[in-house]
């Protein structure tokens, strides 16, 4: 076991004892244990949060990072070029701090983002269905069947994805009645929605069995589209923040795509699964429905946001 390990027990530990215990020998030398609410104190509380801070939300390993558009980060991939490099996760990452600057995106590819310390966001963290007019409509996150901790979303196009065990938004109808992905929500049989941190956490539903009672949470189905120049947009995938802290004047979000407008029109993708925990939160993510491509194609569906603060 590592010295930060100790550590970080031994941190609790005396969070709990400061808490839970205070001096009532006659020569003020000694411990006697109480839970009078009044033995809590502002630094008592500060150390308990710190100490949970220091296991909760990751081991900061990943250390202090600025995705700037030109820097190359640790546990990500980038596409174009700088100064507006994509910053896309290729594994669940682990930061001490992290800034996400303004105009620059952050893409969650399907893995956990956990932050010891501060994320600040003035840009984009998103899993969000790209348009019909981009990608032919492709899904948040990564390709369904790929080999991620999260769940993932359908794709819009020609042949919209639908999406099982899922807490997203299904996708929206195009101009010719072309039937969208739909999504199925979680069963009983597995637990239906997440009902606490830990499920959350994981991103599987549980109904207290073993591996063929656990089910990954997906995001949200593609829209319909009738032609190779009207794609459906994208469902919005699966996002996980986990951070101490979060502020700036940015987005987390799993969006669903917005359908295209061509000879005919495509439906919006639907909106994906957000989940951020946190101790503080300034930004408040979203799981929008992608807009439909006009005229009488259908919106996509919002999907779910779980938002805890603790």
Known sequence: MNRGVHLRRLAVIVALFTLFGRDRSADGQGWAPTNRPSNVT??????????????????GSDGTA???????????STTGSSP????????????????????????????????????????????????GSVN?????????????????????GNVPQSSTNALGGGG?????????????????????????????????????GGASTQAVINGGAGGAGASADAYGGGGGGV??????????TGTISANGGAGENGAFVSGGGGGGYVVVISHSSTITPTANAGASGGRTAAAGQAGTVLQFTF
Do not use: E, H
């Open 136 to 156: 032919n409509g492709a899904q948040g996150g990564a390709l369904q069947g790929a080999s991620v901790t999260l769940g993932t979303g359908g794709g819009g």
């Open 239 to 248: 996002l996980m923040v986990i951070a101490n802290t979060i502020a700036g």
């Open 172 to 208: 929206g109808a195009d101009s010719n009645s072309d039937s969208p992905g739909t999504v199925t929500a979680p069963l009983a049989a597995v637990g239906g929605t997440p009902r606490n941190i830990i499920q959350a956490l994981i991103n599987r539903s549980f109904a207290g």
């Open 66 to 76: 600025t995705a700037d558009g030109t820097a190359a980060v640790t546990c990500t």
């Open 84 to 131: 507006n490099k994509v910053y896309t996760q290729t594994r669940d990452c682990y930061f001490a701090n992290l800034t996400v600057n303004v105009s620059k995106t952050w893409l969650g590819g399907s893995f956990r983002l956990f932050v010891n310390g501060a994320l600040t966001v003035n840009g984009s963290v998103n899993v969000d269905g790209s348009p």
């Open 42 to 59: 502002a630094a008592a509380v500060a150390a308990a949060g710190a100490a949970t801070a220091a296991g909760f939300y990751g081991d």
